[in-house]
C-alpha cells in the first residue's frame, strides 16, 4: 500500500524499460493517478505544472505500458517497469537521462532476435539460422566459442571483442531456439552466487 501522506499527497514515480532496465524518467503521482494507472495500464501522472491528471503520451502517443511495479520498503516510492511506445523524452530522446545506451544493448538484442522469430524476413540472418534447426545453431556456437579462444590466445584485442560478439549473438539465437531469455539465466546465476 502505497503512503501518499509523507509527500504531500504526491509520490515519486521512477519508469523503468522493461526489456532493456534502463531509467526512462521520474514523475510523481497522486492516488487518484495511480489508480487511474492500475486500471489503465497505461502510466499517468499528477503534473505539478499543470495541476491536473496527465497521461504521458496523451499529446505526443508515446504512451508507457505498465507491465510491472514495486513499490519501495517505506511504500513511498514506486518504480514501474514500461513498454515505452516511441521516445519517453519530451526532447525526443529514448529517456530523459542522458545515459549510455549500451549497457544494456543485451536485452534489446534478445527483443530483436524474438521478434525475427515472431515476424520472420526473407533477408534476415536470424531468420535463416532459425530455419536450419538447432543442430546448425548450437554448431555455431561451438564455432564462435572456438574463435573467441583463438582470438584471446593469438589475436588483437578488437579481434577477441569481434569474436566475443559473435558468440554472444549466437548464443541468444540458441537460447532463443530453446524458448530460454536471460532473465532465466541472471536468476540462475544470482542463485549459484548465493551458494
Known amino acids: 500500500m502505497l503512503d501518499f501522506k509523507k509527500g504531500a499527497g504526491l509520490v515519486p514515480v521512477i519508469i523503468q524499460n522493461n526489456q532493456t532496465l534502463e531509467v526512462l524518467m521520474l514523475g510523481y503521482m497522486n492516488k487518484e493517478a495511480w489508480e487511474k494507472t492500475q486500471q489503465e495500464k497505461r502510466v499517468t501522472f499528477f503534473s505539478r505544472t499543470k495541476?491536473?491528471?496527465?497521461?504521458?503520451?496523451?499529446?505526443?502517443g508515446h504512451y508507457l505500458q505498465m507491465v510491472s511495479y514495486a513499490v519501495d520498503c517505506d511504500s513511498d516510492t514506486l518504480l514501474i517497469k514500461v513498454i515505452p511506445n516511441g521516445p519517453t523524452c519530451h526532447t525526443g530522446a529514448r529517456s530523459c537521462f542522458n545515459t549510455a545506451y549500451n549497457q544494456n544493448f543485451l536485452f534489446k538484442l534478445e527483443n530483436i532476435i524474438n521478434e525475427r522469430y515472431t515476424n520472420p524476413t526473407e533477408n534476415?540472418?536470424?531468420?535463416?539460422?532459425?530455419?536450419?534447426?538447432?543442430?546448425?545453431?548450437?554448431?555455431?556456437?561451438?564455432?564462435?566459442a572456438v574463435e573467441t579462444v583463438i582470438a584471446a590466445l593469438n589475436e588483437t584485442e578488437e579481434d577477441f571483442i569481434n569474436e566475443s560478439s559473435d558468440l554472444i549473438f549466437h548464443l541468444l539465437v540458441l537460447l532463443r531456439e530453446?524458448?530460454?531469455?536471460?532473465?532465466k539465466l541472471a536468476k540462475n546465476l544470482e542463485d549459484r552466487h548465493k551458494k
Not at 126 to 144: D, P, T, Y
Not at 178 to 183: A, E, M, S, T
Open 51 to 60: 495541476n491536473r491528471l496527465w497521461t504521458k503520451g496523451e499529446e505526443s
Open 178 to 183: 530453446k524458448n530460454i531469455n536471460l532473465g
Open 124 to 144: 534476415s540472418y536470424v531468420n535463416r539460422l532459425h530455419h536450419k534447426g538447432i543442430n546448425k545453431i548450437a554448431q555455431k556456437v561451438g564455432e564462435e
